[in-house]
């Protein structure tokens, strides 16, 4: 996750002998700011882990346990920061890997080939897993559906864990949302270095999404894209959404001539990685409940860089 809360200013921090208390470390402030950026400043931890830390209970400030990341401090405030992991519950799933989880959602990294919800006789799916973890862990909640990813792409998600927040979520997914990012393998190498695609997405009687440069009664749909890397057989491209259409990143593939890899659906057939070389790997959005910018990225996947050494 980027650090984006980093003041120019560092505050000095008093540092006090933790034998009486080991597992805290205590810290004080010298000048006014948030929470938050004053612990980025001065815990040498990532700011997804701090965030952990937070919303796990192992802050406080005063001797008063604060989960809020804009919590205004001021000079001469004591802040303890819990050396013990807390709320950490044992979750394994070889398709879904836990980044980020509060009160209110979870954001998870969805692997290829389970769907993101349940579908037909399908069992396999991230909200199914979610719900076991959240029994497990005696959440009293679930895992409320905000947004797809098909069962080969794999990438970044959010879910909220009641109603209202998947409702806040859905109804201003757009206002929400500022910055969404996918990276594809596309067969071939790719002429221009970056560009924008806009049209009409529509599905046929067989579910099969085509496009129109005109309207044609489906949706608009707009994709930036940018070429990372390329080779002369592929490209490595990032594609940022502008709209969140059904396959849109495959179909706008296609429609340059160079389909994404190992789309048995959009594709010409070239399958070097034997997956669908798409990867959601970055995603950004206020938070719903405290407005916080919450900005989360995974690593490419490996085997995408390999193509490109």
Known sequence: MQVSFFSCIFALVMRYNTNA???Y????????QPLLEFLLENVHQTRTKIKQTLQGQGIRVNGKTVTQFDYALKPGMKVAVSKTKRNQQPFR???VKIVYEDRWLIVVEKQVGILSMAAGHSTLNVKSVLDDYFKKTRQNCTAHVVHRLDRDTSGLMVYAKDMDVEQTLERNWHQIVYDRRYVAVLSGEMEQDEGTIENWLKDNKAYVTYSSPVDNGGKLA????HVMARTTEHS???FKLETGRKNQIRVHAADMGHPVCGDTKYG???DPLHRLCLHAWLLCFYHPVTQQPMEFETPLPAT????FK
Not at 25 to 32: A, D, F, G, N
Not at 222 to 225: D, K, L
């Open 25 to 32: 470390e205590h810290l004080e402030v010298k000048q006014e």
């Open 268 to 270: 010409n057939g070239d």
């Open 236 to 238: 490595l491209v990032e």
């Open 304 to 307: 995408f860089r390999h193509l």
């Open 222 to 225: 707009i994709t930036h894209f």
């Open 93 to 95: 799933s070889r398709y």
């Open 21 to 23: 208390q080991g597992e």
